[in-house]
């Protein structure tokens, strides 16, 4: 016996599948897993910061099977978050599975796609909601550029810089997530759990690893002192 999914199924899928190739297109990738490893990260990340009602009004306009992964996991008596730049960057990192030196880049390519698909004016409204420090990483806008009159750069130092700020940040989040197990132990507000600080070194292990390995310095690059 042959069995036919539902029509309305097979279009929900092909709306979903056409949302992801445009966002793929933007990562400038043919991977599927990477793109939805990347889109679900960046929808739960951002839907955090969001009051019920935004997310709602988010929601309706995403596609039915995308709409399913965006309210995964959602507990709407816990939002929005009070998340800063570093600890949304970690969950993004964490989620997705890429390394911070490429964090920027696939948030903003995800923004892109989605301001391209989502219905006029909704995505500058879900920005307005977020904090500063989170929406510049979710939507660089010409207002975070480089004044004119700045002192222009050598050729590469800008991504140099942008590397850098990126370690140190995974860095001090992997130190502070260990520094919270250690304290359990030394000072515990309340009988502190075995295994609390080898499971905050797993944390930073985890933090530092999706932080990948560091870039290769370039041929005649001197190293700051």
Known sequence: ?????????????????????????????????????????????VRDHLSVGTTANLAAQLPELLRGMFYEGWDPSRVPTAQ????????????????????????????????SLLSPGTFDHVLGQLPKGVRVLVDPGPEEAQPATDTPRAPGT???????????????????????????????LEPAEDGCVAHAARKARQILLAAGPPEPREAGEEVAP
């Open 84 to 115: 800063n730049g570093t600890e949304f960057v970690t969950e993004f990192v964490l989620g997705a599975r890429v390394s911070t030196v490429r964090a920027a880049d696939v948030l903003a390519g995800i923004s892109r796609a989605l301001r």
């Open 1 to 45: 016996m042959t069995t036919h999914r539902p029509t309305s199924f097979a279009h929900a899928e092909h709306t979903a599948h056409q949302w992801l190739a445009a966002i793929a297109e933007q990562l400038g990738t043919t991977d599927s897993h990477l793109t939805y490893r990347c889109t679900r990260a960046w929808l739960h990340a």
């Open 158 to 188: 800008q991504d140099r810089i942008a590397r850098l700020e990126n370690d140190v940040r995974t860095l001090a989040e992997a130190l502070r997530m260990l520094a919270r197990g250690i304290d359990t132990t030394i000072a515990p």
